[in-house]
């Protein structure tokens, strides 16, 4: 029902920066939430940054590092990374949380991932 589609990973080295977007599909009637979370080697995935209808959240390891944007007209979330550590190796999953044309429900969907690798 929903298709999130995201780019921008790769390999760059630690104090350089990425771009990720993600745009997202489907029989969308209503946005609540976009954001990204990320799952390092042998960790939890966590929350990186998120829009919401509220503001936007950071988590503190991005603070003052990463800036996240949302184009409600377009569906598309957008995640911008600067001073990249090796400790932001990660894959990063974009996500949107929404009603859809068949729910009334508010429905967390993801995407497939895609891999930052920052090199010290």
């Known amino acids: 029902q929903v298709q999130l589609v995201e780019s921008g990973g790769g390999l760059v080295q630690a104090g350089g920066s990425l771009r990720l977007s993600c745009v997202a599909s489907g029989s969308i009637r209503s946005i609540a939430t976009m954001g990204w979370y990320r799952q390092g080697p042998g960790k939890e995935r966590e929350l990186v940054a998120e829009?919401?209808?509220?503001?936007?959240n950071y988590a503190d390891s991005g603070k003052g590092r990463f800036t996240i944007s949302r184009d409600n007209a377009k569906n598309t979330v957008t995640l911008q990374m600067n001073s990249l550590k090796p400790e932001d190796t990660a894959v990063y999953y974009c996500y949107i949380r929404c009603q859809t044309l068949f729910s009334s429900n508010y429905v967390k969907y993801w995407g497939q991932g895609t891999q930052v690798t920052v090199s010290s």
């Open positions: 829009v919401t209808s509220g503001g936007i």
